[in-house]
């Protein structure tokens, strides 16, 4: 760790870095979540200059740092509490408060009001929003909120203050009401976040903006012939195979992932609070903390579990649930589901060509060729006639052209490269 020779505080955080995990594996009963909170931990610490440190610290830096992590493993179960039980009351609760005896125009008013808050909350400083959820949605003390962002108790306040003013002012516009002046405002925002009496009361309408507007989005993709990989807010990663693309949002309530193309591979951090889901043409898959692969094949979707378990739900409804090493494949539709061949329980690691292979067992030289094509940005074109012939191999990828030159020696076909660089594949003469 960077400066822990030099710094006292840390390095007293290395010597004692397994002692403190498994005081953190005790408060929490996880050992995922505790190592997350040791490494928050760290950071808090590696922040903290060492003249801001009170007096008490240097006498005993044990003590300092485990009362560190202690504070940050009381904070994980408040938020997850919090969480829980606003997550229980979703989304019936919502549909049941914010729609019982409503219309679908009562209903449409509802979401339009949840994107002129999220619009005027994507406009305020970072610091602005960050402590008004902070305090707003989250129910954090403000003097835990001042500690935290290093600020006064009276700025959090007037931070707070400044950000409902342009809530405020935002559901005015919305509403088509002139803006009036500063003083007296405030006194109405319960009514204007509840869109008038009779519609839906303030925490319902917080309650539905956690669930129906992300905090977080993003729109991935990959080249052909190129891997990206990207770390994700919560400590998941994603990994995109080559012409991939995926779209990701992350809500209060929920995590979402809708891949678009190709396939990806999958390390979710725990959050119990807060399932992911990864959706793929109309077949979904649900986990709360494991690593795992999609990937779309034609009309099919395929999941590989490397280490813990995931549901996935077909479109037709029916569910299945993979544990590590299993695999499936699922129709579009739901009209069929199989089990996905080849995979870790049969000696071969999930998602191989995130080391650079590709696996086939018995699998159609079209659907062979499709999945090359990830890899070049010159197409590999078969014709149907030898297009359902069965194909088991173990492809280097970046050996393809020299795999498809001696592919006439294993299947009865033709393989030529034109002057662009594209493959046809054909039936031998």
């Known amino acids: 760790m960077p400066g822990s020779a030099s710094n006292p505080l840390l390095a007293c955080y290395q010597e004692h870095y397994t002692g403190l995990l498994q005081f953190l594996i005790k408060r929490t009963g996880c050992r995922e979540t505790a190592r997350e909170l040791v490494q928050e931990t760290w950071l808090s610490l590696a922040e903290q200059p060492l003249d801001s440190l009170p007096e008490s610290a240097g006498q005993d830096w044990r003590a300092y740092i485990f009362t560190i992590a202690a504070n940050r493993a009381i904070d994980h179960q408040r938020r997850a509490c919090l969480a829980r039980e606003r997550f229980a009351e979703l989304p019936d609760g919502v549909e049941a408060e914010a729609g019982a005896g409503s219309d679908t125009v009562r209903r449409h008013a509802h979401r339009e009001a949840l994107q002129a808050v999220q619009d005027c909350l994507d406009g305020l400083p970072e610091r602005t929003r960050d402590i008004f959820l902070a305090d707003r949605l989250e129910g954090e003390k403000r003097e835990g909120i001042a500690r935290r962002h290093g600020v006064s108790l009276a700025t959090v306040e007037r931070e707070v203050m400044l950000a409902m003013d342009h809530v405020e002012q935002a559901m005015l516009s919305w509403q088509g009401e002139a803006v009036p002046e500063r003083r007296g405002r405030r006194r109405n925002l319960a009514r204007l976040l509840g869109l008038g009496a009779g519609t839906a009361v303030l925490p319902t309408l917080w309650q539905a903006w956690r669930h129906w507007v992300p905090v977080y989005h993003a729109d991935l993709a990959s080249a052909p012939g190129r891997f990206?990989?990207?770390?994700?807010?919560?400590?998941?990663?994603?990994?995109?195979?080559?012409?991939?693309?995926?779209?990701?949002?992350?809500?209060?309530?929920?995590?979402?992932?809708?891949?678009?193309?190709?396939?990806?591979?999958?390390?979710?951090?725990?959050?119990?609070?807060?399932?992911?889901?990864?959706?793929?043409?109309?077949?979904?898959?649900?986990?709360?903390?494991?690593?795992?692969?999609?990937?779309?094949?034609?009309?099919?979707?395929?999941?590989?579990?490397?280490?813990?378990?995931?549901?996935?739900?077909?479109?037709?409804?029916?569910?299945?649930?993979?544990?590590?090493?299993?695999?499936?494949?699922?129709?579009?539709?739901?009209?069929?589901?199989?089990?996905?061949?080849?995979?870790?329980?049969?000696?071969?690691?999930?998602?191989?060509?995130?080391?650079?292979?590709?696996d086939f067992q018995h699998t159609p030289l079209a659907l062979v060729a499709e999945r090359l094509s990830r890899y070049s940005a010159e197409p590999i074109r078969v014709a149907p006639a030898v297009g359902g012939l069965p194909v088991i191999a173990r492809v280097h990828i970046a050996e393809r052209d020299n795999w498809l030159r001696l592919l006439p020696a294993i299947l009865p076909v033709e393989a030529r490269r034109s002057t662009d660089g594209s493959w046809r594949i054909e039936a031998r003469h």
């Open 228 to 358: 990206h990989g990207e770390a994700l807010p919560d400590g998941s990663t994603v990994l995109l195979d080559g012409a991939s693309a995926i779209a990701l949002a992350y809500y209060r309530t929920r995590r979402t992932a809708h891949l678009r193309q190709g396939g990806a591979f999958f390390a979710i951090a725990p959050d119990g609070a807060r399932p992911f889901t990864v959706t793929a043409l109309d077949v979904s898959v649900e986990v709360l903390g494991t690593r795992f692969a999609v990937d779309i094949e034609r009309d099919w979707v395929r999941v590989d579990v490397e280490s813990g378990r995931v549901q996935v739900r077909a479109g037709d409804g029916g569910q299945h649930l993979l544990t590590a090493g299993q695999s499936l494949r699922v129709r579009a539709g739901g009209s069929s589901a199989e089990p996905g061949g080849a995979g870790q329980g049969a000696g071969l690691p999930v998602a191989p060509w995130r080391d650079g292979w590709l």
